[in-house]
């Protein structure tokens, strides 16, 4: 019989004491800030980033990257993948200075987390405890992936790719499985967060929609509704998004990926189009078109494992909330 105490104890014991409740005090003011100016998804995009330098064939930390926190240091946050995300570091700068026993890596999967929910997404089963670096020479190299040729094996949306693959798929497997750890069902759940947020020229480059309404595209002006509630703001204008309901979480990226494909106003990146094309992914986003549930189910234990990458826990084995 397995131990139901290995994780979960500790929040039942109240474990994790004072940086508990004063994470639940943080995720009612991350809730409060994503409610007023809609920056859901660049919270899950920072916290992404930062989980995304985890590499499997490194064992020490925190040399293997992860869930610890780096991404709010200069080194990481100028690679170029990171471009635009000092905006979301700005956002949580200020929640962190009002609760400094919570960690820098906490409040970034915390705010991510509570960002998907927000947007009508699953709930996460999320636990804390994570220790952050505590200087820029804690950072992790953007060359310091084995073969890959920057970015600390972040992926790149479209061809060259900086790992040397021939194809999109083949990029996925290297980025997410290599050197993350990922299967293959679970770079299809994971990759489903692109049913929210944008694409900025100024930021990645990657499309010709920018910054303000003369730039944004058909979906992303400030008139444009994309909340689940329906409610009239999106925050900035501008950019290019995967779905045309951008800011609510649910499975149109796989529902309506011809309209992505068609529709020169929203985005679909080989990477994308990798999921439905390659034989062994294809089945799984098959699946998470005609059942969104399937897919709250397995996005959520694929968020999880991401918000984990690479982390040290204090409490060893961490803390619920
Ligand atoms: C499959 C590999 C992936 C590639 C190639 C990729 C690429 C990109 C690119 C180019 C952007 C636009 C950035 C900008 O211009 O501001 C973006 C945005 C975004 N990505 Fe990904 N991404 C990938 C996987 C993921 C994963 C695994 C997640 C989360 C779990 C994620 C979440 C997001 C979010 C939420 C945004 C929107 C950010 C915003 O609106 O500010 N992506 N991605």
């Excluded at 069902?185 to 929609?209: D, Y």
Aim: proline share 5%; aromatic share 10%.
């Amino acid at each position: 019989m397995g131990n139901i105490c290995s994780d979960g104890c500790f929040g039942m014991l109240g474990g994790g004491g004072k940086q508990a409740s004063e994470l639940k005090a943080c995720r009612e003011e991350l809730k409060k800030l994503i409610d007023d100016i809609n920056c859901h998804p660049i919270l899950v995009r920072l916290a992404w980033h930062d989980s995304g330098t985890y590499d499997q064939r490194i064992k020490d930390w925190p040399a293997r990257g992860g869930a610890n926190g780096a991404i709010r240091f200069d080194p990481e946050m100028n690679m170029g993948a990171n471009a635009g995300l000092a905006k979301a570091r700005g956002y949580l700068e200020d929640i962190q200075k009002k609760h400094p026993s919570v960690s820098w890596a906490d409040l970034i999967q915390l705010a991510s987390a509570t960002a998907i929910e927000m947007a009508g997404g699953p709930k996460i089963d999320m636990k804390y405890g994570r220790v952050s670096v505590t200087s820029p020479s804690e950072c992790v190299g953007p060359k310091s992936r084995e073969g890959f040729g920057g970015n600390a094996g972040l992926p790149d949306a479209k061809p060259p790719f900086g790992c040397g693959a021939s194809s999109a798929p083949e990029h996925l497997r290297n980025v997410f499985g290599k050197k993350m750890g990922f299967t293959d069902q679970e770079i299809v759940a994971i990759s489903g967060a692109h049913t929210i947020g944008r694409v900025f020229k100024e930021r990645s480059g990657a499309c010709p929609f920018g910054y303000t309404d003369a730039a944004a595209s058909k979906y992303t002006k400030s008139t444009c509704v994309a909340r689940k509630d329906n409610k009239p703001k999106i925050g900035m204008a501008g950019g290019a998004a995967w779905t045309k309901n951008w800011l609510t979480f649910d499975n149109s990226y796989y529902t309506k990926y011809k309209d992505a494909m068609e529709d020169s106003d929203l985005m679909w990146f080989p990477t994308d189009q990798a999921l439905h094309e390659d034989p062994v992914f294809k089945p799984f986003f098959q699946k998470y078109a005609e059942d969104q549930s399937a897919f709250f189910a397995d996005y959520a234990k694929a968020h999880k494992k991401l918000s984990e990458l690479g982390a040290k826990w204090e409490p060893a084995g961490g803390f619920k909330i």
